[in-house]
């Protein structure tokens, strides 16, 4: 199971700090949202940030969810910043077969994410091409969101497809993720989780990391009651 914070909910003041913070805590990855103003209704950061924060968390896996009508004109930038993995939007439409391709020519990992309101039938096609699904399970744009329940059978449908297809790509969900919903997504087959608010908002990093991986290895939301 990988933990992934999200730094839009860390201390904007701080943020190669907090990207430390995250690392201390035993996080496996930490996860980038890049929001254009265009494709969601909210203006997050660039490449020169994550290219500022990238030599403070050098063991973290960079987890970069590009939320952007054009993410043809920023996949360059952001790997040249530091990114592991990339991930666009599969309501882009045609534009997403060649995204896939560049991505994976730019020898990086390739993410697809789909909205709430997206039928799962739309990644389908392209389940052979990526190292990970993102099934959000919020609408894009804010963080501290209420997590969507209707998105939980998508998120066993994929799951159902990829062992189907014996495929071994990263089955992530974000968007208002705490241990309790992080049990709920992991018993409907996913093993990424990224959170900001019930982690970098968490009085103690360290124990809510440990208790979210605790929770979704354990696939019991019992075990999601215990008190940080
Ligand atoms: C929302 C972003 C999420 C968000 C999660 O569009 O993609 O990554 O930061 O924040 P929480 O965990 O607070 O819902
Ligand atoms: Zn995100």
Excluded: Y
Excluded at 4 to 29: C, I, M, N, Q, V
Excluded at 35 to 46: A, C, E, K, L, T
Excluded at 74 to 101: C, I, N, R, Y
Excluded at 144 to 152: K, N, R, V, W, Y
Aim: net charge neutral; proline share 6%.
């Amino acid at each position: 199971m990988i933990i992934a914070p999200s730094l839009l909910a860390a201390d904007f003041t701080r943020l190669g700090k907090e990207a430390e913070r995250a690392e201390r805590a035993g996080a496996d990855w930490l996860h980038l949202d890049i929001m254009d103003g265009q494709f969601v209704p909210n203006i997050s950061f660039g490449p020169g940030l994550v290219a500022a924060v990238r030599p403070c968390a050098k063991n973290l896996f960079f987890d970069v969810h590009l939320m952007c009508g054009q993410p043809e004109i920023l996949l360059e930038p952001f790997v040249k910043a530091g990114a592991d993995l990339l991930t666009v939007h599969v309501e882009l439409g045609e534009k997403v077969p060649s995204l896939l391709w560049k991505i994976k020519s730019l020898g990086k990992k390739v993410g697809l994410a789909i909205n709430p309101p997206t039928a799962i039938s739309a990644v389908r096609p392209f389940l052979d091409k990526i190292d990970l699904l993102l099934v959000m399970t919020v609408n894009p744009g804010f963080g501290g969101q209420s997590f969507i329940h209707e998105c939980l059978p998508k998120i066993q449908q994929a799951d159902a497809w990829r062992r189907e297809k014996k495929r071994a790509f990263h089955l992530e969900v974000d968007g208002g993720i705490n241990r309790q919903t992080a049990a709920e997504c992991a018993r409907a087959g996913a093993d990424t989780f990224v959170a900001g608010t019930s982690l970098f908002g968490a009085h103690n990093l360290k124990a809510a990391v440990a208790q979210m991986r605790q929770a979704a290895e354990a696939n019991d939301p019992a075990l999601a009651d215990l008190k940080v």
